[in-house]
């Protein structure tokens, strides 16, 4: 019997050229460098945008999934794995996901030990194979909504100024 090669990840993302902003404990994206006044910079540049699935009961870990291995041998990855995950998973509870967790390390976690109920975390990275984020971040600072990505659109808050993005953060 022939074993199938294990999939390489690959996990979705939108990649940004722009700033991450940051104002007191929190992170925001701006490709306008107009919205900076009163921020300080953290980086400048390129990035790599990825989503990630929050733990059950430990909100402040997260995955970013690269490979989801289903209780029944299938191997998914990409937009096929991601929409799955969050559609789909419910169906085979104790499938695995592979990736990477909020703070850098490689994770291997069950489907029903993630908290899909709960708003994804906007994690930015330095570039497309980086496994450790710069900043996780809680919106993106831009005056129209028409040039960006549609998983930032989906699941990254935007804003029309800085002032809208601290205000709604609590922090003004």
Do not use: C
């Not at 090669?5 to 990649?15: L, Q, T, W």
């Not at 570039?127 to 028409?146: F, Q, R, Y």
């Amino acid at each position: 019997m022939s074993r199938r090669k294990i999939p390489d990840r690959e996990p979705i993302g939108d990649a940004f050229s722009g700033i991450i902003l940051k104002y007191d404990d929190q992170y925001a994206l701006t490709s306008d460098p107009l919205q900076v006044g009163g921020l300080d910079i953290l980086a400048q540049g390129n990035f790599m945008v990825r989503y990630g699935v929050r733990y059950l009961g430990k909100p402040h870990l997260s995955i970013v999934p690269g490979l989801v291995a289903l209780d029944y041998g299938d191997m998914l990855t990409g937009e096929e794995a991601w929409h799955f995950l969050l559609k789909k998973s419910n169906l085979h509870p104790r499938g695995d996901v592979l990736g990477y967790r909020n703070d850098g390390t490689d994770e291997m976690i069950t489907i029903k030990l993630l908290d899909l109920a709960l708003d994804l975390e906007a994690l930015v990275y330095a570039d497309e194979i980086a496994t450790k984020p710069l900043a996780s971040v809680t919106g993106l600072i831009t005056p129209t909504d028409k040039m960006i990505p549609p998983h930032m659109k989906e699941y990254l808050p935007y804003y029309q100024t800085n002032q809208d993005w601290k205000a709604a953060t609590g922090n003004l």
